[in-house]
């Protein structure tokens, strides 16, 4: 789930006998969940937009990663936005733009556009999902909200099971030989209802004293990352040209410019897109560490997973989203269990657990990709997938929790919102690394009969890369704290105290 930039969030205790409350908790939920099932539901159909639309692998690669980069680009100003300019009114505009760009997805002439509106799209899902808890705390009073969130994780577990089978049973359908279009068509009716009921049910509500905008910030990271990326899945097409290896280095340039800016915002007007002092806060440094580099070990894993089995193995989309069910189901046991009963007795092993529970699925896997090649089952792939879902069930629900619990109170909105930040980075970071991992041990072009044994070859590959990677989180881990903290200094996203001489925050019927 993706939590939000919440800082100055602080509202009075809202009416209890106001049953709208309940339409518009059940309005921003289904925001959230279309941003979760969108995320997912594309992958399962990427290898239908590849065939049908004959997109290179690159531009495939950009259907999942524009939508990460330009979704981790926008969330802390989509925060802000609502802060100052009202959540409602920047939660309907985000829904509005969100149904427009499934539109343009859906009827996309070719990838090109594909592309394009996936961009837009993850921009807009920007303005929407960081108002979603502001809109909760500005309706449920505080006696309620454990209740709300406990709804929310319900729903974000309902979004990782139901995304993949969701796409697949749209994809396979070919509802009105529409083929894979459907997958983002259906966001449609459920948009224009939300703008619709939204609109009437949810209260307006803005922050008494919100940050400024930080645009140029903005732009000085998402250029940063462009410079990243775009050589990274564009160089083995074009042969890895002296001008991929210059951006990429200049890419470094830019986020060392970076730092220097905010530093001077955050002197200058105290608004900064990034709030350079919670990395003196060791356990935020190396949480921060840990979501960027897990969000880069799961974008190689998924976009090459189902690659392997539709494209590699030849399976239908249908086959492909039933055999990620145990995954899927796996996270959300793991991830109830480890928040309620294991991390309040074992605190931060559980989260090494997790990495390492994790590692070990993957390398069963790789195993048994290696010996099975192209007669591997469905059943053959349960062992492994629950493994990996016990271990990513157990880092995932208390990891949020471990890298907020000794930031200061007054900063928990702004590093909630850098959180999510960075682990979108990573996810685009490790789409742009398919290019190297999976597809860089893969000759093209290939026969019919080749394609199979080398997207095998390049999946176990990939593997491999993934295992290192969660051995590298396994040791970052150890930077975090012992034992998340009661929210030492309070930094409960819920209950922050105002600041002195600050006025509560204005409701806006």
Same mark, same amino acid.
């Given at each position: 789930?993706?939590? $939000?930039?919440?800082?100055?969030? =602080?509202?009075?205790?809202?009416?209890?006998?106001?049953?709208?409350?309940?339409?518009?908790?059940?309005?921003?939920?289904?925001?959230?969940?279309? @941003?979760?099932?969108?995320?997912?539901?594309?992958?399962?159909?990427?290898?239908?937009?590849?065939?049908?639309?004959?997109?290179?692998?690159?531009?495939?690669?950009?259907?999942?990663?524009?939508?990460? !980069?330009?979704?981790?680009?926008?969330?802390?100003?989509?925060?802000?936005?609502?802060?100052?300019?009202? =959540?409602?009114?920047?939660?309907?505009?985000?829904?509005?733009?969100?149904?427009?760009?499934? *539109?343009?997805?859906?009827?996309?002439?070719?990838?090109?556009?594909?592309?394009?509106?996936?961009?837009?799209?993850?921009?807009?899902?920007?303005? #929407?999902?960081? &108002?979603?808890?502001?809109?909760?705390?500005?309706?449920?009073?505080?006696?309620?909200? %454990?209740?709300?969130?406990?709804?929310?994780?319900?729903?974000?577990?309902?979004?990782?099971?139901?995304?993949?089978?969701?796409?697949?049973?749209?994809?396979?359908?070919?509802?009105?030989?529409?083929?894979?279009?459907?997958?983002?068509?259906?966001?449609?009716?459920?948009?224009?209802? *939300?703008?619709?009921?939204?609109?009437?049910?949810?209260?307006?509500?803005?922050?008494?004293?919100?940050?400024? !905008?930080?645009?140029?910030?903005?732009?000085?990271?998402?250029?940063?990352?462009?410079?990243?990326?775009?050589?990274?899945?564009?160089?083995?097409?074009?042969?890895?040209?002296?001008?991929?290896?210059?951006?990429?280095?200049?890419?470094?340039?830019?986020? *060392?410019? /970076?730092?220097?800016?905010?530093?001077?915002?955050?002197?200058?007007?105290?608004?900064?897109?990034?709030?350079?002092?919670?990395?003196?806060?060791?356990?935020?440094?190396?949480?921060?560490?840990?979501?960027?580099?897990?969000?880069?070990?799961?974008?190689?894993?998924? !976009?090459?997973?189902?690659?392997? #089995?539709?494209?590699?193995?030849?399976?239908?989309?249908?086959?492909? %989203?039933? $055999?990620?069910?145990?995954?899927?189901?796996?996270?959300?046991?793991?991830?109830?269990?480890?928040? &309620?009963?294991? /991390?309040? =007795?074992?605190?931060?092993?559980? !989260?090494?657990?997790?990495?390492?529970? #994790?590692?070990?699925?993957?390398?069963?896997?790789?195993?048994?990709?290696?010996?099975?090649?192209?007669?591997?089952?469905?059943?053959? #792939?349960?062992?492994?997938?629950?493994?990996?879902?016990?271990?990513?069930?157990?880092? +995932?629900?208390?990891?949020?929790?471990?890298?907020?619990?000794? +930031?200061?109170?007054?900063?928990?909105?702004?590093?909630?919102?850098?959180?999510?930040?960075?682990?979108?980075?990573?996810?685009?970071?490790?789409?742009?690394?398919?290019?190297? /991992?999976?597809?860089?041990?893969?000759?093209?072009?290939?026969?019919?009969?080749?394609?199979?044994?080398?997207?095998? @070859?390049?999946?176990?590959?990939?593997?491999?890369?993934?295992?290192?990677?969660?051995?590298?989180?396994?040791?970052?881990?150890?930077?975090?704290?012992?034992?998340?903290?009661?929210?030492?200094?309070?930094? @409960?996203?819920?209950?922050?105290?105002?600041?002195?001489?600050?006025?509560?925050?204005?409701?806006?019927?």
């Amino acid at each position: 789930m993706h939590s $939000t930039d919440i800082a100055h969030a =602080r509202t009075p205790e809202p009416a209890t006998g106001d049953r709208r409350r309940w339409f518009a908790l059940a309005i921003v939920m289904t925001a959230a969940f279309m @941003d979760l099932v969108d995320v997912t539901i594309v992958n399962i159909a990427v290898p239908s937009i590849q065939r049908d639309e004959g997109a290179s692998f690159s531009q495939i690669q950009w259907i999942t990663a524009g939508y990460a !980069l330009a979704f981790a680009a926008g969330l802390v100003t989509g925060g802000r936005l609502g802060d100052i300019h009202g =959540r409602k009114r920047i939660f309907l505009l985000g829904i509005g733009g969100f149904t427009v760009a499934s *539109a343009l997805c859906g009827f996309a002439v070719n990838p090109e556009m594909l592309v394009a509106s996936r961009i837009l799209q993850g921009a807009m899902a920007a303005l #929407m999902v960081p &108002q979603v808890l502001s809109i909760v705390h500005a309706t449920f009073p505080a006696h309620e909200r %454990g209740k709300v969130f406990g709804l929310f994780g319900a729903i974000v577990g309902l979004g990782a099971v139901s995304g993949p089978l969701l796409g697949a049973l749209l994809t396979q359908g070919n509802l009105f030989g529409l083929e894979w279009r459907p997958i983002f068509l259906i966001n449609l009716p459920v948009g224009v209802a *939300a703008l619709v009921l939204g609109s009437r049910f949810i209260t307006e509500s803005k922050a008494p004293r919100a940050l400024k !905008l930080d645009l140029p910030g903005v732009a000085l990271v998402t250029l940063a990352l462009l410079m990243l990326l775009y050589p990274l899945t564009r160089g083995r097409e074009l042969g890895w040209p002296v001008w991929g290896y210059v951006s990429m280095a200049g890419a470094l340039v830019v986020f *060392a410019v /970076v730092v220097a800016y905010e530093r001077a915002k955050g002197a200058r007007d105290g608004s900064p897109l990034i709030e350079l002092s919670l990395f003196r806060v060791k356990s935020f440094a190396a949480g921060i560490a840990v979501q960027t580099v897990f969000g880069v070990g799961l974008g190689v894993f998924f !976009l090459v997973w189902t690659l392997y #089995m539709q494209i590699g193995l030849g399976w239908s989309a249908l086959r492909a %989203g039933l $055999t990620g069910v145990p995954f899927s189901v796996a996270v959300s046991v793991a991830a109830g269990v480890s928040v &309620q009963q294991l /991390v309040p =007795r074992f605190g931060r092993k559980v !989260l090494q657990a997790g990495a390492l529970v #994790m590692a070990a699925g993957v390398l069963i896997y790789l195993a048994e990709a290696e010996r099975y090649g192209l007669a591997i089952s469905s059943w053959q #792939m349960v062992l492994p997938l629950a493994v990996m879902g016990v271990g990513m069930g157990l880092i +995932v629900a208390p990891l949020t929790d471990a890298v907020l619990s000794e +930031v200061p109170r007054e900063h928990a909105g702004s590093a909630s919102g850098l959180i999510n930040t960075v682990q979108q980075m990573g996810n685009a970071l490790g789409l742009g690394l398919v290019s190297v /991992v999976f597809f860089g041990v893969i000759d093209e072009p290939l026969a019919p009969a080749e394609t199979g044994p080398a997207f095998v @070859d390049g999946f176990t590959h990939a593997l491999g890369w993934v295992a290192a990677v969660l051995g590298v989180i396994f040791l970052l881990m150890f930077a975090l704290p012992k034992r998340p903290a009661q929210h030492v200094e309070g930094a @409960d996203l819920g209950e922050e105290a105002p600041v002195a001489g600050e006025k509560e925050p204005e409701l806006v019927p």
